[in-house]
């Protein structure tokens, strides 16, 4: 794998991609509503191990630090301690008591002057309440045994017993090499009527994104009154929607893996497109030796995966997202998983034309945000382990580098 497939499949870390990915890596199993709880299991599990390529060191928590401004409320140990299963056989457990979600497009705080983050922030929480209270409404009304395993990570197992019943039995454990399923104790397995196990199966087809509506995927948009309540809350908060008409352009070498010529350019062009869509003059200061894709959305907001040369021959892969500030977004529309949030060091950073930088950093990856007038923008930063240098250790002068290779103040405000 050479470094422009490794940013191809950096591009790939979002929920309908990782859903899809998990697809291909099982495609032999049988896939049914009788195991809808594993839909669930299997996206936490290859987050977790996504995080492993975005693995970064903790930082103190300082106004604005990484935990107040990008790590999501609630996220942190959410997600129960992961037995890794090594080529040999051997297990170990990684600690995932300090693991958090980071959000690449919605604040969790901001400056006081800027309203704006408290604007959108108002709406997401008004939206997600919303959400959860009709999830749980339907989990209280329809399903009484298996519903409290529906919103965790905990996979379900059933064993039809031939009288239209069903043994539930929660897994503890799966080792994915060899394709071994650990249960839970016995004491812990119950029976279901069919009745409960097609109301599973009617959760999921609801809430699971399978509604196809005028709103982007990630809303969880589930029916038409839904999609009028996020109407209504949009509209409270002076806020804009994202449709489902974003553009997605590649690096010119995806037209030999299938990509739509027409829609591949190159690295310059790249470049010189998104300073005409969204700028006022050049965004970048160097222009990216490769893109994996860049992407627009109809709010104005933008997306982008590439690889900027630095010092030391590294190749330096960088995730960004722009979200403008009258966008309702949720935190949920591209995110990641940190393993260990308190080992990452906060700095802030003055870039060259002026802008003020909060920057996150380990020693393999390193968060940059930046609060600025009219969007949130946060870029992921990390050494390409498929590149000509992947021992290379991401030093503050690499990430400095990256920090000061864009013209913030050039997007359209």
């Known amino acids: 794998m050479n470094s422009y497939d490794f940013l191809q499949s950096l591009g790939q870390v979002d929920g309908r991609l990782i859903d899809e990915t998990m697809d291909c890596m099982f495609k032999n199993e049988e896939k049914h509503g009788k195991n809808g709880g594993a839909k669930v299991f ?3 599990l290859v987050a977790a191990l996504i995080a492993s390529l975005f693995t970064v060191s903790a930082f103190a928590t300082d106004f604005l630090g990484f935990r107040e401004a990008i790590v999501k409320t609630g996220s942190i140990g959410a997600i129960p301690d992961i037995t890794v299963t090594g080529r040999d056989g051997s297990k170990s457990v ?9 959000s690449m497009t919605k604040p969790e705080t901001g400056p006081e002057e800027l ?10 929480d008004e939206w997600t309440q919303y959400r959860n209270a009709q999830q749980q409404a339907y989990i209280n009304e ?9 919103l965790t990570n905990v996979q379900l197992e059933f064993a039809d017993n031939g009288d239209n019943t069903y043994t539930v039995m929660p897994v503890k454990e799966v080792d994915w090499s060899s394709g071994e399923i650990i249960y839970e104790d016995e004491s812990s397995f119950f029976i279901i009527d069919e009745e ?9 087809m609801t809430f699971g994104g399978e509604y196809q509506g005028k709103y982007d995927w990630n809303y969880g948009v589930w029916d038409e009154t839904s999609e009028a309540v996020l109407e209504e809350i949009a509209a409270k908060y002076g806020l804009r929607l994202r449709d489902n008409s974003t553009e997605l352009y590649w690096d010119e070498r995806a037209a030999a893996n299938g990509a739509d010529p027409a829609r591949c350019f190159s690295p310059a062009e790249l470049a010189r497109m998104l300073t005409e869509r969204c700028c006022n003059g050049d965004f970048f200061t160097v222009t990216p030796s490769a893109f994996d894709k860049l992407y627009f959305i109809n709010t104005g907001s933008f997306g982008l995966s590439c690889e900027l040369p630095v010092s030391g021959g590294a190749d330096i892969s960088v995730y960004i997202r ?29 870039a060259p034309d002026g802008t003020g930088l909060y920057i996150a950093q ?3 990856s390193a968060y940059i945000y930046a609060y600025l007038d009219g969007s949130f923008l946060v870029m992921h930063v990390g050494i390409n382990p498929y590149g000509v240098n992947p021992e290379l250790r991401l030093t503050e002068e690499h990430v400095n580098q990256v920090a000061d290779s864009f013209n913030y103040k050039n997007l359209r405000q």
């Open 196 to 204: 409960e196990l097609n109301n599973m199966d009617a959760f999921y």
């Open 322 to 350: 722009n979200t403008v500030s009258d966008e309702l977004a949720t935190g949920n529309e591209i995110s990641s998983i940190v393993n260990d949030y308190t080992e990452y060091v906060t700095r802030t950073r003055t």
């Open 142 to 150: 329809k399903l009484p045994n298996t519903g409290k395993y529906l």
């Open 94 to 102: 990684r600690d995932m008591s300090e693991s958090a979600g980071v």
């Open 115 to 124: 309203d704006w983050v408290k604007n959108v922030n108002a709406a997401a």
């Open 362 to 364: 380990g020693e393999s």
């Open 42 to 44: 299997k996206t936490l």
